[in-house]
Nanobody
Framework: LEQPVESGGGSVQAGGSLRLSCTAP????????LDWYRQVEGKQREWVAKLRPDGRIGYGEPMKGRVTISEDRLRDTVYLQMNDLKPEDTATYFCKTQGVNADCRIAPRGQGTQVTVSS
């Protein structure tokens, strides 16, 4: 599996929205989960959302109710729609394949896309 590529980050004011994209070639054909995380330098990463091959979805507590994960299987792309953003959402957001398939777990994470939310 190739390294995923994220895009869509930027700077917004509190209350604004962003839509992040993660293109992870092969993740659908290898039946991988696709997870979004975020990390602030010097702090532990936080889990944001998961999309399973069977379509089940999970959301982490930090952004639950404000994010929606969706996919375009033909493009091996997963989207993260983020609404009502808060300054504490400022972080680097990255995606990573996970799952039962070992190839999914050992694949590298993406380099991430920066989200900055100002008050």
């Amino acid at each position: 599996l190739e390294q995923p590529v994220e895009s869509g980050g930027g700077s917004v004011q509190a209350g604004g929205s962003l839509r992040l994209s993660c293109t992870a070639p092969g993740f659908t054909s290898d039946n991988c989960d696709l997870d979004w995380y975020r990390q602030v330098e010097g702090k532990q990463r936080e889990w944001v959302a998961k999309l399973r091959p069977d379509g089940r979805i999970g959301y982490g507590e930090p952004m639950k109710g404000r994010v929606t994960i969706s996919e375009d299987r033909l493009r091996d792309t997963v989207y993260l729609q983020m609404n009502d953003l808060k300054p504490e959402d400022t972080a680097t957001y990255f995606c990573k394949t996970q799952g039962v398939n070992a190839d999914c777990r050992i694949a590298p994470r993406g380099q991430g896309t920066q989200v900055t939310v100002s008050s």
